[in-house]
Each structure stands twice: as structure tokens, then as C-alpha cells.
């Protein structure tokens, strides 16, 4: 989500001597001849440049997030073809293993007309898995691979749509002789609007025992077929939800607007304590005008200036009116003893420290 975040999961999987993975969206960071990023404008080859000279060996894995066709903001914006989005997918993944990439999310659920349609998104799915084995087998590279093909829904994936796409799949590895996935991505009933978590699973209250219950029967296919379950959005679920996934058998999570909303809140309320208001009215109004909060709105928001601008905040943080922003308050906190990024990374550092926990992946304690 940015440069702090990132600062943050060094440290934490360096301290606490636990793989971490840092996943990146196309928009997030791509290859340098496709644009790069928005995430302190980093290309691909960058990031794993900063990454690698920080990171503890083994411990610290990079990750490609939502790579596919239509992924990229450019191929969004300009309109491409599906031959043109597809190349483009290809372009992104070859950087991604030759970057050092250890995990490759091949996600084929984005079509400028709407969801594709299964058999189409499948093809695609062949087509993106087969190029990504074969080159990294040319390179002597083990990938780890996770698919997904369904758009994110607030509930739970229908067991029949993830077991077609898993059977085919392993079919076409096996007849291929190409790795098998180590994860599907499947709807465990979270996604994320807004700043909360819409989805079945927010609140115990909203588990009841047919949705545990499917998620179980879910669990254990992928399980008869040796592939873990991963959960996108679970953004915003509360302590007892968390420790209800590694009950279940959930396997992995992402997390991710959280974090960036983390330090959005921790930068305006710093700037404003320190009594630099104004400095917090120019970036809200720097936020607001990326219309980047738009498409998490829920359909009947309530959401004012300040709430949308945080949602937004983190996609404007490489932007030289932020930098020269930012430089000013640094500039003026310091003057006062405050380090205004070590505040920043705590913020973050808090949000991931919770998770952590409550999915019993830490020694860390919660502070009390």
C-alpha cells in the first residue's frame, strides 16, 4: 500500500523470523515498461530491489496479486483489446520472474464487459498458467502458483464452481506436466467497502452455522484436492472472526486497504495535533480530487470529504504534491522532536500486528 508498509513487514518478518509475503496489484507496482506503480512509484524491478537489500533471506516472499488481463490501470483506461490485455498479463509475469518472484496469482475474473463468462475466464486462466510455468521452468525457477477466476462477492464461493475450476485445472497441469497451484482463491464471504467489511463473515453475529458450515464443506475439497484456500478482503473483520479462520481451516488471507487507511488516519491526525491543519486540508484535498475513493462507495454512502479522503489517501502518496507536502510537515515536526514516518510505521505496524495474533502467526503480544 506504501513505502511504510513495506518498511513494516521487513521488520516484522525480520523480528519475528516468520515468512511474510507482500502481494502487489498491477496497479500497485508492474513492470517498468508497463508504468510501474502507484506505490512510491516503484516498477516491479524496484521494488524487489529495496525488498531483497532488506529483507532475511526466506523470510520475507514477494508476490504478484490480481495478475491478468484488464489488472493494469493502463489497460483499464485505454481500452485494450483482449489480445492486447493478454500480452500485456504476459509482459507483467515475465518481469515478476525474472524479478524473483516466489508466488504468481493468475486472475482471469476481469472483463471490460462485466465477469466473463466461466469458460472464457478458464482459456484465459490455461493460457497466463502455461506461459508462467514454461518460462519459469526455462529459467530453473519454482513458482508458487494461486488462481482465481470469480469477481469478489460478499459471500461464500458455491462449492461447485471452485471444485469445476480446481478439476480442470489439475487436469491441465497434469497433461502438461506444469506444477500444480498451491492456492485457489475462493469468496470466504468477506469484501471490503468503504473503511468496513461487508461481507457474511464481519461479525460473529453475521456466522451462523449453515455459513460455517459451508465454509468447512469448502475447506475440505480443496483439501482432498492438495490446494489451500486463500480469502481476499478481510480488511476490517473484528478479533473474534479472525481467530474463527484458523478454526474453520482457512488457509491465508489478504489484507490490504486496512493498512493503507492505518496510516492515512495516523498522517491527519499527526499534522493536526501538530498544528499544521492546513497541511491536513491540502492533502484531503489532494485525496479527493484522485477520485480513487470512488469505486469502494457503498450505493447509499454517507461518507463525507474527510472519509472518502482517507479511503483514497494511500493512492496518492508518490505524487509530487504529496512528497512536497510531506517534506514541509517533516520539516516543521521535526523542528519538535516528531519523527513524522516512525509514527506512521507504528500506525501500520499496530493493524498487522493484529492479525498476526489473532490468527496465530505471532509470539507478539497485543499491547494490553
Known amino acids: 500500500m506504501s513505502k511504510n508498509c513495506v518498511d513494516v513487514i521487513c521488520g516484522l518478518s525480520h523480528k519475528e523470523d516468520k515468512p511474510m509475503v507482500l502481494i502487489a496489484s498491477r496497479r500497485q507496482i508492474d513492470a517498468a515498461e508497463l508504468g510501474g506503480g502507484y506505490v512510491n512509484g516503484w516498477s516491479t524491478e524496484e521494488f524487489q530491489d529495496y525488498v531483497r537489500a532488506r529483507a532475511r533471506p526466506g523470510r520475507l516472499l514477494l508476490a504478484r496479486d490480481h495478475g491478468g488481463p484488464w489488472q493494469g490501470a493502463p489497460e483499464r483506461e485505454y481500452g485494450l483489446s483482449a489480445e492486447q490485455a493478454m500480452e500485456a498479463a504476459r509482459r507483467s509475469f515475465k518481469a515478476d520472474i525474472e524479478s524473483g518472484f516466489e508466488m504468481i496469482h493468475v486472475d482471469t475474473s476481469v472483463d471490460p464487459k462485466g465477469p466473463p463468462a466461466p469458460d ?6 490455461f493460457e497466463l498458467y502455461g506461459y508462467c510455468a514454461e518460462l519459469a521452468l526455462s529459467q530453473g525457477r519454482d513458482i508458487v502458483f494461486e488462481v482465481g477466476t470469480e469477481e469478489q462477492s460478499h459471500d461464500v464461493s458455491e462449492l461447485e464452481q471452485t471444485r469445476w475450476l480446481l478439476e480442470r485445472l489439475l487436469a491441465f497441469c497434469r497433461a502438461n506436466r506444469f506444477p500444480t497451484p498451491s492456492f485457489v482463491v475462493a469468496q470466504t464471504g468477506a469484501k471490503v467497502m468503504e473503511m468496513t467489511n461487508v461481507g457474511v463473515m464481519r461479525s460473529l453475529s453475521a456466522v451462523d452455522r449453515e ?10 475439497m480443496c483439501n482432498r484436492q492438495g490446494v489451500y484456500l486463500k480469502g481476499h478482503n478481510a480488511d476490517y473483520l473484528s478479533d473474534e472472526v479472525l481467530a474463527l479462520h484458523p478454526r474453520v481451516g482457512i488457509h491465508a488471507i489478504n489484507v490490504a486497504p486496512e493498512f493503507g487507511v492505518a496510516e492515512t488516519r495516523a498522517l491527519l491526525r499527526i499534522l493536526r495535533n501538530g498544528g499544521l491543519a492546513g497541511l491536513a486540508e491540502r492533502f484531503i484535498q489532494l485525496s479527493l480530487a484522485s477520485q480513487k475513493w470512488k469505486k469502494w462507495m457503498l450505493p447509499e454512502t454517507t461518507a463525507d470529504d474527510t472519509a472518502r479522503a482517507t479511503i483514497a489517501g494511500h493512492y496518492v502518496f508518490s505524487t509530487p504534491e504529496f512528497r512536497e507536502l510531506k517534506a514541509t510537515a517533516v520539516q516543521a515536526l521535526s523542528r519538535r ?12 505496524q499496530t493493524q498487522v500486528v493484529r492479525y498476526m495474533a489473532h490468527l496465530n502467526y505471532s509470539g507478539v503480544a497485543l499491547a494490553a
Open 211 to 220: 455459513y460455517l458450515r459451508k465454509l468447512e464443506v469448502l475447506v475440505a
Open 120 to 125: 472464457v475466464a478458464l482459456s484465459r486462466l
Open 337 to 348: 522532536g516528531v519523527d513524522l514516518d516512525a509514527l506512521l510505521r507504528q500506525a501500520i
